[in-house]
């Protein structure tokens, strides 16, 4: 068997809502259903002690006001409008209480209900605009300040015992009071739930800008907006390519070129977060690494040379499928420019002729072979196996004297 209170309030939580209603506006329209119903119900009990009382003209409004509540939820439910329906809502918890007030002798007499009528603007806060809620605010100072006027001509008593009275200002207190504290720890958990929203989102997005930017440009970027341009005076380069990429398109389904290109770039992903290093960009097949940038490091050739032996020996092996995906591995190092391009994407990039160079160093190369130039074997120093290629005729460069680097001498494990 169902509980009742559940049973309740689920059908509470289906009255006029809609399938293309937000989350948030879910929860305004069920949160002032409950209160209709809530608050009505209250009137009711309060109509009846004021009939028991002999003041019937005073218990017939909150009598007038349980109808009218019910009666809007009703038609609510029906039509839909929420906009109506808050309206209705807000007008009644202003004006009612104001009668009341007045019938039963004002002020003091009536008990203070006129604090239920607080409730409109704080209401209008919670259910409507902001802009709204201020026109509500200053009716409802107009109504008080009307109230302190009529409290001369109000009668001197009612037939409400002294205790009677007592015991309403408890309730006239104590109920806009609690309806109040749920109001704003309403507003107090939606601003929880917003910055925790914020929160996860700046995560996100600083997640998404470290995955296109380097911590530190990216720390720059958001606290500048000058444009981020920086030399470097030693920086090791390096680029790897497939070999025969076009067949291979041919041979193989777009899906699998793909899979296979993600399972060795995702790798080498991994490679630069060991050594330290900054991937520039991958385009297409072609992978592009640098060391020494956007912080300078003594051992930037160093560390570069080993994730290019790394590289190597993971294509060797096969990773990605029945047929290896060969690369060929170009390195140089010297001076590079390194900045910022775009405002909407942001691109990190290098630029130079040591940059032009690993480039020709890797589309004049073999595969499976990692060809390097001069300043780069030099900066190598002893801690590397490389062997001499000889000169070479390189594209826009001449001729230009390069080494294979094939390994580690003994006691270098990268």
Known sequence: MSNPFTSASRMIERIGIVESDSSDERVRKTVLVAFAILVGSAAVVWGVIYVLFDEPLAGSIPLMYAVGSFSSVAVFGFTKRFPWFRRTQLLLILLLPFALMEVLGGFVLGSGVITWALLCPLGALMFAERKQAVWWLLTYGLLLLVSGVLEFSADDENHLPTAVINAFFVMNVLGPSLVAFFMLQYFSNQKDSAMALLSDEQAKSESLLLNVLPAEIAEELKTSDRTIAQHHDAVSVLFADVVGSTSLTVEYEPTRMVEMLNVVFSYFDTLTDKYGLEKIRTIGDNYMVASGVPKSRDDHAVALANMALDMN?????????????????????????????????????????????????????????????????????????????????????????TWWLEGRISGNSG
């Open 313 to 401: 020996a993971y294509v060797t092996q096969n990773p990605a499928g029945a047929t290896p995906l060969k690369f060929r591995i170009g390195m140089n190092t010297g001076s590079v420019v390194a900045g910022v391009i775009g405002q909407q994407k942001f691109h990190y990039d290098i630029w130079g002729d040591s940059v032009n160079t690993a480039s020709r160093m890797e589309s004049h190369g073999e595969p499976g072979k990692i060809q390097i130039t001069r300043e780069m074997y030099e900066a190598l120093g002893n801690g590397f196996v490389c062997v001499p290629r000889g000169v070479v005729d390189i594209k826009g460069k001449g001729e230009m004297e």
